[in-house]
């Protein structure tokens, strides 16, 4: 059983900068993939980025976000620069199962209850 619990999303002007937190329970953290998703209003929940065997990051994102983690804290991250207000959206982080594409949210078991993050323009 892995349980996740994200924070740091807020309210944000364009251009500025969150870092979002995903602390982890269970042992098994540092053996699992984790990703990060987000689900806007009114739009189905997509791939932001993953940290496993490798990183990946959507093409809406690459060079502006970054996942990285902590395995002694049980934490993964996603600090996000540059934000645009078309980032605005619950973002969740996520546990990879065995099996599955990684960019697909089929692939992960546990979820995090999510996090606002809201970009003004």
């Known amino acids: 059983q892995v349980q996740l619990v994200e924070s740091g999303g807020g309210l944000v002007q364009a251009g500025g900068s969150l870092r979002l937190s995903c602390a982890a329970s269970?042992?098994?953290?540092?053996?699992?993939?984790m990703g990060w998703f987000r689900q806007a209003p009114g739009k189905e929940r997509e791939f932001v980025a993953r940290?496993?065997?490798?990183?990946s990051y959507s093409d809406s994102v690459k060079g502006r976000f970054t996942i990285f983690r902590d395995n002694n804290a049980n934490t993964v991250y996603l600090q996000m620069n540059s934000l645009k207000p078309e980032d605005t959206a619950v973002y969740y982080c996520a546990a990879r199962k065995i099996g599955g594409v990684y960019y697909s949210d089929y692939a992960y078991d546990y979820w995090g209850q999510g996090t606002q993050v809201t970009v003004s323009s």
């Open positions: 269970g042992r098994t953290f540092s053996s699992r993939g």
């Open positions: 940290s496993g065997s490798s990183t």
